[in-house]
């Protein structure tokens, strides 16, 4: 089977594409690699891949539609997982115009690439547990209201899920849609906390906890975000009524508070942080709690990794990579 995944340089592309080239598929990954956070890590997952002789990289950017499908007409792939877009919350306040261009153009393009593609089976895409908003009622439900997005990052991440939605209505594209819930791991992101408090704890340097860290989040692991996808890639979706389109969360299941996690981060690290509490930060929300009922249910999706042996092996990959 041949597979297109958009962001494949990515954090979770990366990943994803690593665990179906090790099993023998093809992989067809494209990736603009842009400078928002390291282009050294990019390219160093880029460099893993690129050992495998079934993949086949182009460095395009799902918002240029001609660059895109110059690149892909002579390409074969049954399966499409977009998960290119222009990440983080608090850079969406800064930068907006990227959001739109990824998220919403790029996102398009992607849609209108399955419609002129008869071979297309399944087409899987990126939405976010930011979409939820602000809510206080836990865990979040897909049934839930989310038409009140508090940072741009969401507002795009909705928009996409119902263009995506229209798109299954009229071409009876098969689409699912996948909210993730706070990803972690190794060759993760640097922007993420996880990530960045890591670095400067190490680095004897202080840490901005933000809300004082009175936050929740449900941190998921990487490797048990890779089995959900690929479980849906091998199962295909789910026959709807309306349209062939449905949205899933996909996390944990188990928030964790910030003080907590900063603590298990802390004796991961065995070094105590230096931190500074601030007030909550704009596009922020209090809390993100994954009711999974949904794709536990439809894919059998049950994620195994609490929250200390994910962050540890983050830790030893950290110390290890950035030894090397």
Do not use: C
Not at 219 to 225: G, L, R, V
């Amino acid at each position: 089977m041949s597979y297109l995944i958009t962001g494949a340089a990515g954090f979770i592309g990366y990943h994803l594409a690593k665990a179906l080239l090790k099993r023998g598929e093809t992989v067809v990954g494209i990736d603009n690699i842009n400078d928002y956070y390291s282009v050294e890590l990019k390219q160093a997952r880029l460099g893993e891949l690129e050992t495998h002789k079934n993949f086949i990289f182009g460095k395009i950017d799902i918002a240029n539609e001609v660059a895109l499908d110059s690149f892909l007409e002579d390409k074969s792939f049954k399966k499409i997982i977009h998960l290119a877009a222009q990440a983080g919350v608090r850079y969406s306040l800064q930068n907006p115009r990227a959001y739109v261009q990824s998220n919403l153009v790029g996102h398009l393009n992607i849609l209108e690439l399955a419609r002129n593609n008869q071979d297309i089976e399944h087409v899987l895409y990126a939405s976010s547990s930011s979409v939820y908003g602000g809510r206080t009622d836990l865990p979040f439900k897909e049934t839930d209201r989310a038409d009140k997005p508090v940072s741009l990052y969401a507002a795009t991440k909705k928009s996409d899920e119902l263009i995506s939605h229209t798109y299954a209505h009229l071409y009876n594209i098969p689409l699912t849609g996948l909210r993730f819930f706070t990803v972690y791991g190794p060759f993760g992101r640097p922007d993420m906390a996880y990530f960045s408090f890591t670095k400067k704890i190490l680095a004897g340097e202080e840490i901005e906890v933000f809300n004082h860290g009175d936050m929740l989040r449900d941190f998921t692991y990487i490797d048990d975000i890779i089995s959900g996808i690929i479980a849906m890639i091998d199962k295909g979706p789910i026959a709807q009524e309306d349209a062939p389109h449905k949205v899933y969360n996909i996390g944990n299941n188990n928030p964790e508070k910030l003080e907590v996690f900063l603590s298990i981060l802390e004796t991961a690290l065995n070094k105590k942080a230096i931190r500074k509490d601030l007030p909550m930060q704009a596009g922020d929300v209090p809390a993100t709690y994954a009711d999974i009922t949904a794709i536990n249910k439809d894919y059998g999706f049950e994620p195994k990794t609490d929250l200390q042996e994910g962050l540890n092996k983050f830790a030893d990959w950290y110390r290890q990579y950035f030894a090397s």
